[in-house]
């Protein structure tokens, strides 16, 4: 199934919710169109291979988020999902948003911002040609000395734009933490600036709750710009390192409540990391969040 | 322990990098001593004047004064013969004449630095740049060896401050983290023409030697960075381990501020927009330690940041011209003290490093604290500590007391520590290939490190080859509990250690420990009031020993939760678990029987250097306390003949032993030539 810009902005451009890309949570059924609940498996299995594809639809997922990477190797594992009846709901652009590492769209060193742009629209373009409606994307952190906050604001909303002007393709924005602009009012203020039709919000419970926002009231900030959820739990005891480590849900501080009220009709993915037991807790996650 | 019935083999020869397999064919040599001139060198500056701010569009300026000023630096005053550029001048108008002008004068040229990511070039300050193809060649072909590369300076701690934990989601495993490591250190290899000088700042030594794009290793010492003594186990076990030489260098500051004595009356100021004078910064003393401690760990470059030359003026005559030059500082002094006595003691030797602390090459192990982050008790900077971490950290307490503190303390206690076991570890990760595990005559896993496949291969030849391994039962595969001498069985719980030649039980904090079933050649050395070993031991054929504990780690249960442990300036660091008291009884005199001397008296800092005679030991002694350190010094294998320091050239009387007298906060080298060999020489 491909679903268009238009389509997905339907219902007069605000939210598409489960009734459209997804079902309620453990009402997966056979023959449906539906994309959520998602799952990322790279992250769930700390691999970017020998994904459980068919027990992830067993558990019932209908949907993955996947990175540009899996997107540039479709073939190695799409045929596989394609089986399990597993279709590509989001792109998670931020494995290629590492300040430095791999990019930046804030870079105070042109030619790496210029580089990590043609690495997402070229991502873009096979989620175009896929039909892949939702792409991540997160701010950086400042540039190293000589950028002002100002400075990178700017370069992140030309980015943004870009981004959005090459196609349907939903581009959500998420606070990721370490990083700048990680609150759902600043996140709101840079959607609101970049204007775009296609150009939204998207909610990560984990890393709202390491930004010290409670979730629920950063969906609230976020308002009729938030199109997307992404659930892991964090750690934020006193005295324990904060760390972006995607625990599972139920492990952290996530309250349930929150994470409901955040999550409305959404569609959403899990994003949690467990390599040692990825499938108890991706039956784990749909469990608690039901 | 170590027999007593015949002499330790012991390695004396320094590393040659190209002796180890595949130099050859590296890409990127390291730096040889044939590179050196065979010599040990000392950095004479730091930088380059210009005509005008490079950062002054249209960024067209030219480096001048150039022959005035290596002439100060190397001729009127000779601080040494490396420079130790920013690097500007790489895009200076004139950056051929200047490097035509270093290899006439053949001169070295070292670790161009301030290579900041994403730091805005036209700034020409703390910036991200790339080496423009034709200034790397021209600079490769003109100073050929002399050129000791670009500088990978404190890179690792900007990384695990800055950038690590933007990594999403945090590695979930430690390969994992490995690689996200090696993402950073990728993007700057490649701007830095692949052609690097490691300064660290944190304990990835090992990691830059692996990325093969190094040409040697080493630390600017003191600032908030680590406890050197610790630090350079790992720089120095790095460089054994790959072929890479490594230098040594002390710095200025420390984290409040910047010693300066270009005006020794001047008061202390925040006027340079940081604290500056006299009295701010790095001690004179602990300076002045760090230049011998660090030349004696084999440093083959060694230097002071800054800070030689004074404001006023002096006249001096150099090669029948006389005229008016900056005055010497004491920092200066101290340099050229210090320069001036390694030229005079060229024969330093080796150290001697017989215990290898080995663990996972993927651990990404660092210090529980540092200057770089808050956080503590972290991994690849983005991963929390598991057990075996602590394991590493809480032994490393034992061995270097107060390390942690390097960088926390007004006192500057932790930056050198004393050594209750001798200075004499180098830390070695599990991929390091036999001929460098045969270097030692102990390797102590640590970590969570399984003692499985090709790393158990290893150390099974190292015990062939008369090696002793230390481990614990929880790092064991069945086939490894073999070699050890016994079968490890289910886990059980104690609070209590009986060691048989003790003659108290001893109380221990709750602990698991595996039940262990010994063979008949397994001696048990501890084990618990109803008979279940502790601690058993196993000799081989080739005369070495395994020593394995039953406890995990050989630590306590958890003892602290996280939000009961601080990380505050000048104040110690906690630690979650405890080292098991019946583990320091036995491993710590097992680790201390290694050493070559006896060192009896309050706690100092002591290091031995060996080389082919076999009847000639150098000691240092560092005292790092503000009281004087007055003890004895014992061969353990031969008597006396001569005892002299190389401080004064000053004879000390002894037969079986000398007493020593060092002053506080000071350093003494005594060589001591012996009636016997203390040692049998491994080539």
Known sequence: MRISRRQFLSAGGALLGAAALGVRIGEAQEGDDSMSPAINPEYLTGSAEDWPLNELASIGYRGLEVSPQAIADLAAWKPAADHARLRILCVNALPELRPYLTGSLSDAVERRRRDTLRRLLATLERMRQEGIPLLVVAPSRL??????????????????????????????????????????EALAGIVDEVACPNVAAALNVGHALLNGSNPAEAAKALGPRLRYLQAHDADLRPGVPRLDRHLPLGTGMAQKEDVRSALGELPFAVTVTAPADPLAAARDALEWLS | MPSNDRLPRVWVRPVEPEEYPGFEERRLKPVTRADLDQQFHTV????????RSPAEPPHKFRVVNLKETLDLYTVEYDFGRVVWPMWP??????????????????LYLFDIWAYCPSGVFERFEWSEYRVPDEVHQY?????????????????????IGGYAKSVCPAPATRPQGFQAFCQYFRQLGDDLQNYLT????????????????????????????????MWYAFIRGAGRQYGILWFGNASVWNRWGAKSLADPSAEDTNAPGFFSGPTAGTSLSLLRRLWYVLTM????????????????????????????????????????????????HPDRGVQHTPVALLWDFYAGWAPPRHLYTGDTYLVWGNMPYEKGDHQIDLLLRELYPDYPDAGFFHNERGFLTATPCGDSFDVILSNAPRQVLDRYACIVA???????????????????????????????????????????????????????????????????????????????????????????????????????????????????????????????????FATLEHAKGILLPYLRSFNLVT???????????????????????????????EGTVRPKRAGLTSARTWMTGEEIPGKESIRVLVPPLDVVVVELLLDAPAFEARR
């Open chain 2, 446 to 576: 640590l970590g969570e490190t399984p003692i499985e496949g090709e790393l158990l291969e290893k150390l099974s030849w190292c015990l062939q080859r008369g090696a002793h391994v230390v481990a614990c039962a929880n790092q064991l595969s069945p086939e490894a509990a073999a070699l050890f001498g016994v079968t490890v069985g289910d886990q059980g719980e104690a609070y209590h250690a009986v060691i048989p030649d003790h003659p108290w039980p001893i109380n221990e904090p709750r602990f698991t420990f595996h039940r262990l079933t010994c063979q008949p050649d397994a001696e048990v050395l501890a084990h618990t009031r109803q008979g279940s070993p502790l601690v058993v031991r196993r000799q081989h054929e080739g005369g070495g020993f395994t020593l394995l504990f039953a406890a995990d780690f050989f630590l306590s249960e958890r003892l602290l939760s996280p939000d009961k442990i601080a990380n505050e300036v000048d104040e110690p660091l906690a630690s979650p």
């Open chain 2, 198 to 229: 490691a300064l660290n700042s944190l304990t990835f030594s090992h990691y830059f030697a692996h990325l093969g794009n190094h040409r040697l290793l080493g630390a600017e010492c003191a600032q908030a960075l680590p406890s050197v003594p």
């Open chain 1, 143 to 184: 540039a190293e000395n000589y950028q002002t906050p100002d400075e990178a604001r700017a370069l992140l909303v030309a980015g943004l734009r870009e981004l959005a002007s090459v196609g349907d393709t939903t581009i959500l924005l998420e606070g990721a933490p370490f990083r700048m602009f990680s609150s759902s």
């Open chain 2, 89 to 106: 001048f790489l895009f200076a108008e004139n950056w051929r004449e200047v490097i035509d002008e270093l290899f006439a004068r053949r």
């Open chain 2, 599 to 629: 060192v009896d008296g309050p706690p100092v800092q002591f290091l031995v250097n060996v080389s082919s005679r076999t009847d000639r030991l150098l000691v240092t002694l560092c005292n790092n306390s503000p009281q004087p350190w």
């Open chain 2, 139 to 159: 600079i490769l072909r003109k100073m050929g060896p002399r050129f000791l590369g670009y500088d990978n300076g404190e890179q690792d701690g900007r990384y």
């Open chain 2, 297 to 344: 760990y084999g440093s083959v470059i060694m230097g002071y940041e800054a800070g030689q030359l004074a404001s006023g003026t002096v006249e001096r005559t150099v090669n029948g011209v006389t005229k008016q030059v900056p005055d010497l500082t004491d920092i200066g002094r101290e340099h050229m003290r210090g320069a001036q006595w390694c030229a005079d």
């Open chain 2, 44 to 51: 004479a500056l730091r930088g380059f004047s210009y005509d």
